[in-house]
């Protein structure tokens, strides 16, 4: 049972270089999270999907998308990757108001 | 804005001291949660609170809430060098996102 897996862990861009995080769980979760995180700073919710099929906007969904199309995965696509987008990524998922298991992150770098 | 606020920002104590941290939200819930991030990594569910609740315990954590004030606390007794982490409360919003506070780091000194 791997929970909640997240690639890649690590990435360095260029500024306008586009990219896909990938995000799989396999508990059988209907909500499924993406979330960035800045230093010394708790998570900022980009995009949020609480079904196959249907997403929602988070605080911080500027410049990027995101894709459900079932119900193991999410994923988050950042057309043109800028340097305010260095963070850590996170991808968590959940039963409806329940407890969030989170992937281990990515750490994106963009110069 | 983030719906959880976490006070103090930082805790610095000795260790077998217990340490506490709180939470305060905006809107009204349906249950609290607390977590604990390792050096960056990802998030590790501690325990959850429902608003029906007021003080609930697992192990060495005991957590209270507070619905009237809006406010939770968590309290970790008998600290470990192993406590050392930053700590995030969450909570629902009306939307049934997960949001999160600023975090409160606590470091154990040996």
């Known amino acids: 049972n791997a929970g909640v897996t997240q690639t890649p862990k690590f990435q360095v861009l260029k500024t306008g270089q586009s990219m896909t995080l990938q995000c799989a769980q396999d508990m059988n979760h209907n909500s499924m999270y993406w979330y960035r995180q800045d230093p010394g700073m708790g998570l900022r919710l980009i995009y949020y999907s609480a079904s196959e099929g249907t997403t929602d906007k988070g605080e911080v969904p500027n410049g990027y998308n995101v894709s459900r199309l079932n119900k193991r995965e999410f994923s988050l696509r950042l057309e043109s990757a800028a340097p305010s987008q260095t963070s850590v990524y996170f991808c968590?998922?959940?039963?409806?108001?329940?407890?969030?298991?989170f992937g281990q992150g990515t750490r994106l770098t963009v110069v | 804005s983030q719906q959880g606020e976490e006070d103090p920002q930082a805790l610095s104590i000795q260790e077998g001291e217990n340490a506490t941290m709180n939470c305060s939200y905006k809107?009204?819930?349906?249950?609290l949660q607390w977590y604990r991030q390792n050096s960056g990594r990802g998030l590790v569910h501690l325990i959850l609170?429902?608003?029906n609740e007021r003080e609930k315990h697992s192990g060495r954590l005991r957590v209270t809430l507070d619905t009237s004030k809006k406010s939770s606390s968590l309290l970790i007794t008998a600290s470990r060098a192993a406590d050392t982490a930053s700590y995030f409360c969450?909570?629902?919003?009306?939307?049934?996102?997960?949001?999160w506070g600023a975090g409160t780091k606590l470091i154990i000194k040996p």
């Open positions: 969450a909570t629902i919003n009306s939307n049934y996102q997960l949001i």
């Open positions: 609170i429902r608003s």
């Open positions: 968590a998922s959940s039963e409806h108001r329940g407890r969030a298991f």
């Open positions: 809107t009204s819930i349906n249950n």
